[in-house]
């Protein structure tokens, strides 16, 4: 039997992007070959790519002014590319602090420049996103995290600035409608709501581009894969595919904003069984939590792996808390259908009536 995947990561895809994506392996498109034995320069893989570049323009209305790029490395190589590519010796990169990927990426943009923590929500361990710091006017770009993965907090707004924003939306990429041009670089790590591990998504406003001195190895360097349209060297063609599938998906159940919807009532239901069951307690703000993932820890330490137990039994994975947090985590990214979500509600439900 299927599970119900809570998993924050890689996570969970539409039952038919999985159908399509094994068949590709064996036939692509009925073409007697396999995605996986096709040169990345034939026509079939050229319009896979076209279509996974366009689709995100289309979905996310994109402006003329940025690009669409799949590049290798996970979002962890672009702590250090956006501060590469960014980030004068003498610049100024501003980051809000919200958990330990951002703290990742201040620490790897220091290497390159000055960098200012403008607000940190270290101090209360990261249950909530920090409001009313001021931005230095003269940064060259403001980080955030849009989501925080292993905290379960996310910006239900962005920070009001006039500073071109670059945002690390691994988690929460395609799960609502943006204003993109108010960011210099997206990028996404396509494993927690895209696709399969070993592509991240990456949108780049081309004017912030070669405003640095330094030498960028070519690899590095955004404007090789802008002027290669992601095909510099042989890209992931797998993992490029399976993304184009999840927002073909995407495309087909009403674009972002339909999304945002099902995900809202998602998040809610799981919220309110939070809330409402005394054993169990949300250590984030009701403001600040995030759509993608909740997490709750028990009251009592005792019930933690009871309740563990019960999951496992009910067919939930993937459910328990990241080690540096402990408790509970449900990631209900896109994919997670509204009947796994019923599931967990009513056996947290259960639960709480049996030892409440
Ligand atoms: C998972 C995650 C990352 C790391 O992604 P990799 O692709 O493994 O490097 C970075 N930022 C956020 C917000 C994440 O959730």
């Known amino acids: 039997m299927k599970k119900h995947n809570f998993s924050a990561g890689p996570a969970i895809l539409p039952a038919e992007v999985l159908t399509q994506a094994a068949s590709a392996v064996t036939d692509l498109d009925g073409?007697?070959?396999?995605?996986?034995?096709?040169?990345?320069?034939?026509?079939?893989?050229?319009?896979?790519?076209?279509?996974?570049?366009?689709?995100p323009k289309e979905l996310l209305h994109i402006p003329e002014t940025h690009e669409v790029l799949y590049l290798p490395g996970g979002a962890s190589s672009?702590?250090?590319?956006?501060?590469?590519?960014?980030?004068?010796?003498?610049?100024?990169?501003?980051?809000?602090?919200?958990?330990?990927w951002s703290a990742k990426?201040?620490?790897?943009?220091?290497?390159?420049?000055?960098?200012?923590?403008?607000?940190?929500?270290?101090?209360?361990?990261?249950?909530?996103?920090?409001?009313?710091?001021?931005?230095p006017q003269d940064a060259t770009y403001l980080h955030v995290t849009s989501n925080n993965t292993i905290f379960g907090t996310q910006f239900s707004a962005f920070p009001e600035t006039n500073i071109p924003m670059v945002a690390d939306m691994s988690s929460d990429i395609f799960s609502r409608p943006l204003d993109v041009s108010r960011f210099g670089i997206i990028y996404a790590g396509a494993q927690k709501n895209l696709g399969p591990a070993g592509t991240t998504l990456v949108i780049i406003h081309k004017d912030m581009l070669g405003k640095v001195k330094r030498a960028i190895p070519t690899m590095l360097n955004y404007q090789t894969h802008i002027d290669k349209g992601s095909a510099f060297n042989t890209p992931p063609v797998f993992p490029i595919y399976v993304c184009l599938l999840t927002l073909r998906w995407i495309a087909h159940h009403g674009g972002v904003?339909?999304?945002?919807?099902?995900?809202?009532?998602?998040?809610?239901?799981?919220?309110?069984?939070?809330?409402r069951n005394p054993l169990f307690r949300c250590p984030v703000p009701k403001e600040d939590r995030s759509q993608m993932n909740a997490v709750f820890v028990t009251q009592n330490s005792e019930h933690e792996s009871l309740f563990l137990e019960k999951c496992k039994a009910n067919n939930i994975s993937g459910i328990k808390g990241h080690r540096s947090v402990g408790g509970f985590r449900a990631s209900i990214y896109n994919a997670m259908p509204m009947e796994s979500i019923d599931v967990l509600v009513e056996v947290m439900d259960d639960f709480a009536n049996k030892h409440g």
């Open 31 to 55: 073409i007697g070959l396999s995605l996986l034995e096709i040169s990345h320069r034939s026509p079939e893989f050229k319009a896979i790519l076209e279509e996974a570049t366009a689709l």
């Open 78 to 100: 672009q702590f250090f590319m956006a501060a590469m590519n960014l980030l004068a010796e003498d610049g100024l990169g501003a980051y809000i602090d919200t958990g330990s």
């Open 105 to 135: 990426a201040i620490k790897e943009a220091k290497a390159f420049g000055p960098v200012e923590v403008v607000a940190s929500s270290k101090d209360k361990n990261y249950t909530y996103i920090p409001k009313g710091y001021q931005i």
């Open 257 to 275: 904003s339909e999304i945002q919807k099902s995900n809202a009532s998602k998040a809610t239901k799981v919220y309110e069984a939070i809330d």
